[in-house]
């Protein structure tokens, strides 16, 4: 594994908060080309926040304020099952393709070292006579000289139309006094003064010509170098590329290898394809086995010439040069291998609520660290397109499966919230107890207080705790089991697993409760949230929703 690519999420991102919002923003996405599935990446505000970091690092150093290219981060997680950060760039850093901390150039670009470095010098070196023909001092010449003569012709212009009006006020006053051929003498003499004037204009442009077209004829000249230069530069970069394509090696996730020319075929492979940052860290990612979470890229530095690229605006995968290879590259990722590992069964939904059945072992929201990332609303928030505001309306403890409410806009969560906290809903749990109870239904009033020393423990506590109530009635029983139906009439923190195993309580333990003592082998606690009856916030209408209990 190279240490030296591979970076820690802390490297770009201290505030943990920043971390825990999932919300895609965008997908990286295509169609495997062997199999046909539709394959997708997300962008979500978790690695948007990390590419903020890494902006950060590139503002400090003014180097890259002044080469504008885009810049790519890759969330992977390594076999080890930790998390870490890939970083690359476009093109060329600084005018190298290999720097230390980022993701190498793609695999075979060694094989024609050498002829890159030449078409490389050939083409600075046209570049350099582009540049030079583009700044030679006629340019500068003939534009202050234009600036120049068309002054002095328009001055001659102002002049000659005061000249043209005096003569035709001088015409009126004639045809006044004077007839026949005294009349036309005295005309005739205008009309030569008119004359002169037209003879005076030709003459000026004459000798304007003849100052600015030697300059014209050299600027056209140079245009045309610099056409023939430009069809040169294009021709030779054009030749490079087919060299690259032909030995420029992809790789997937599938663990297949092949070359940019194999996966376009079609002679639509435009200079640059290979050399933007998704290919190359998805790339690289296949190549050491570690699985992408997440990507995102930016621009950095000057805004780009057409102005098309603001820096630090993220932008999706180019359609000319990466979105052709995002099938291939996504290829064996497969669209349930993201850090959040499995679909989330939905069991109601409409435009405002979605219920799910929670499966034991997940937890309703992500915790403080990057371990704990994985929850119901986190794997939402990664498949919904629609999930920026989702939030969950109640939660149901990690290892406790069933139905858990989410909503879809804040004016839904508050009613759904208020409905929760004035215990108007109605929640129906099942459990087995891992042993026999002395009454078969009943009410447990035990005060519950969590220890902030020892959590997520929680205890009976007649002074410090807070009031907890829940009803019980017993289903079946079973040689040493108890299958039994709880309404918390509370929903204090572990409240139906402590009622159950306190001496107060039942005095005796949820099959699978490992933290409340029970000793069984069994994989999971044997708690289910089978229903759950509300008031719906828009339709007012009441919601009943039933899962089977798995157990």
């Known amino acids: 594994m190279d240490q030296v690519i591979l970076e820690k999420i802390s490297e770009f991102v201290t505030e943990k908060t920043a971390l825990k919002d999932l919300a895609v923003n965008y997908w990286y996405e295509g169609y495997c080309p ?24 590139l503002a400090e150093d003014n180097r890259y304020s002044y080469e504008g290219k885009m810049y790519g981060v890759l969330l992977v997680e390594t076999p080890q099952g930790e998390l870490a950060v890939l970083k690359a760039f476009s093109g060329l850093l600084l005018g190298k393709n290999v720097v230390e901390g980022w993701v190498p150039s793609l695999l075979g670009k060694e ?77 005739d003499n205008l009309n030569k003064e008119s004359q002169k004037d037209g003879i005076e204009k030709r003459k000026l442009k004459q000798k304007r010509d003849k100052i600015l077209n030697p300059l014209k004829q050299k600027i056209d000249q140079a245009d045309a170098q610099i056409l023939e230069l430009k069809q040169q530069r294009k021709e030779l970069s054009r030749q490079l590329q087919a060299q690259m394509n032909q030995v420029y090696s992809l790789s997937n996730f599938a663990g297949q290898s092949n070359s940019l020319q194999s996966l376009i075929p079609t002679g639509g492979l435009l200079t640059g394809t290979g050399e933007c940052c998704a290919p190359k860290l998805l790339n690289y990612a296949a190549q050491h086995h570690l699985k992408p979470l997440a990507m995102a890229e930016f621009w950095w530095g000057e805004a780009s010439n057409n102005g098309d690229k603001i820096p630090g605006q993220f932008y999706p995968a180019c359609q000319e040069r990466c979105q052709p290879l995002m099938g291939f590259l996504l290829s064996g990722l497969g669209n349930n291998q993201s ?7 939905v069991i109601y939904e409409d435009q405002w609520i979605i219920a799910i059945d929670k499966p034991s072992s ?91 020393n020892n959590r997520p423990y929680q205890k009976v506590d007649w002074e410090l705790g807070k009031p907890s109530i829940t009803q019980f009635k ?67 209408k009441t919601v009943h929703l039933y899962l089977e209990t798995p157990f």
């Not at 890159?116 to 570049?127: A, G, R, S, V």
């Not at 949820?510 to 008031?535: P, Q, T």
């Open 111 to 187: 094989k024609i070292t050498l002829e890159e470095i030449q078409t490389l010098e050939q083409l600075e070196n046209l570049k350099h006579q582009i540049v030079a023909l583009q700044k030679i001092s006629e340019r500068q010449d003939y534009q202050d000289l234009s600036k120049e003569w068309k002054t002095r012709l328009n001055n001659l212009a102002i002049i000659h139309r005061e000249r043209k009006l005096k003569r035709q006020e001088k015409r009126k006053n004639l045809l006044k006094t004077f007839q026949d051929n005294d009349l036309k003498l005295v005309l």
């Open 34 to 57: 062997q199999s046909g599935e539709f394959l997708r990446l997300p962008r979500n505000r978790m690695i948007e926040a990390i590419a903020l970091g890494l902006m950060k690092q």
């Open 362 to 452: 997940l937890l309703s929201v992500p915790g403080r660290y990057f371990e704990t990332f994985d929850s119901v609303l986190t794997r939402l928030q990664n498949s919904l397109p629609d999930a920026q505001e989702l939030r969950t309306v109640h939660r149901l403890d990690q290892d406790t499966s069933g139905i858990l409410l989410l909503a879809r806009d804040r004016y839904t969560h508050r009613h759904l919230s208020q409905q929760f906290a004035q215990r108007k809903v109605e929640k129906i749990y099942e459990a087995i107890l891992a042993g026999s109870v002395m009454m078969n239904e009943g009410v447990i009033q035990l005060p519950l207080w969590g220890d902030p």
């Open 339 to 345: 850090f959040f590992k499995s679909e989330i069964k």
């Open 474 to 540: 017993v289903i079946t029983t079973q040689e040493n089991l108890t299958r039994i139906q709880f309404i918390p009439l509370t929903g204090r923190t572990h409240q139906i697993r402590v009622h159950a195993v306190d001496t107060q309580g039942l005095g005796s333990v949820i099959l699978g409760d490992y933290l409340y003592g029970c000793n069984a082998g069994v994989s999971r606690l044997h708690l289910h949230a089978r229903e759950l009856k509300f008031e719906h916030p828009q339709q007012q």
